[in-house]
């Protein structure tokens, strides 16, 4: 039952989602992503304290790469949610499992140096079918969306590459995991770097009107980003076997549907049969690239956005 914590995750990821939807009508990606990074600094910071963990860290370039590809991603599920259905803003996002089964693939090949020493890696086939199925959901997925017109065009391409994205910065989260950092060092410096990345864009760019009243819409998805990374930390926490940890794992997959249901009753979003079928491939591929990873690695904690 203490996976269910991931479910909860699912769900406060998705709540997240919808106040980042309202939002966008009055901020620009650039400036949610900072106050996102405000109101985490803030938690996090409250989080390491109660729980007597300091914030220095002895790896400050490996939070620095994992704040960069992670507030790369960040902006770009933003920019995807503002200009795409949201459960297919989301369902790019969750892509990042299958991102690192092409990359595992990908990086055990450019590895190999052929000699008659070294033969060629494990092709990996069960993970290249599962990566090429994944893809051919995307291409389902982006179909009804890519010709509403330019803009919903550029928004799949930046959900996609925000997918991509996030599995970099989840490798980065296992490596700093594995070196010991807790996950309440790694998220606040992540917010950190949300802060400096959002607000250097605009101050470059320049920033939007204050709208008033929708400026509210700002301290949910802060809270809710926070409480959903909270959970998903319990939830890993209570997987105390390999098989627990692939439930849990899978689990949040649940906030794609949630994502659905939010689309489709506050936004009026319709998605075509094809869309529907797209998604259920990215789900079944990331699903089985978890498991098919798992068989040959530990498997380790994951980290939303």
């Known amino acids: 039952m203490k996976a269910l914590w991931m479910v909860l995750a699912a769900l406060l990821f998705a709540s997240m989602s919808v106040c980042v939807k309202y939002a966008s009508a009055y901020f620009t990606s650039a400036e949610l992503v900072f106050y996102r990074g405000l109101i985490g600094m803030g938690l996090m910071a409250w989080l390491a304290r109660s729980r007597g963990v300091t914030l220095a860290t002895r790896y400050p370039r490996m939070h620095a790469w994992r704040s960069l590809v992670g507030v790369t991603s960040l902006g770009g599920w933003f920019f995807a ?13 969750y892509m990042s499992s299958v991102w690192i089964a092409a990359f595992l693939v990908g990086g055990s090949l450019m590895a190999w140096r052929p000699s008659p020493d070294t033969p060629r890696p494990q092709m990996h086939t069960s993970l290249l079918l599962t990566v090429s199925a994944g893809f051919i959901g995307v291409v389902l997925l982006l179909r009804p969306s890519i010709g509403q017109g330019p803009e919903q065009a550029l928004g799949g391409i930046v959900g996609l590459l925000s997918g991509m994205c996030a599995a970099l910065a989840y490798m ?7 070196l010991g950092e807790p996950e ?5 410096y992540f917010a ?34 926070a409480g959903g990374q909270l959970c998903m930390t319990l939830a890993y926490a209570s997987a105390h076997n390999p ?21 489709m009753l506050l936004f009026g979003d319709m998605i075509p049969p094809l869309g529907w079928l797209g998604m ?7 699903i089985l690239a978890t498991v098919l990873r798992a068989r040959t690695v530990a498997a380790p904690p994951a980290e939303e956005l």
């Open 192 to 225: 950190v770097g949300s802060v400096v990345a959002g607000g250097a864009v605009v101050l470059a760019t320049g920033y939007s009107p204050w709208p008033g009243w929708p400026a509210l819409w700002l301290l949910p998805l802060g809270v809710l980003a």
């Open 172 to 178: 980065q989260v296992v490596a700093l995991s594995r």
């Open 243 to 263: 098989r627990a940890t692939l439930v849990v794992a899978n689990l949040q997959y649940s906030g794609i549907v949630f994502g659905a249901l939010y689309g």
């Open 280 to 286: 259920g491939l990215i789900i079944a591929s990331g």
């Open 81 to 93: 949610i503002a200009h795409l259905p949201l459960a297919t803003a989301i369902t790019l996002n």
């Open 184 to 188: 309440s060092r790694t998220v606040f």
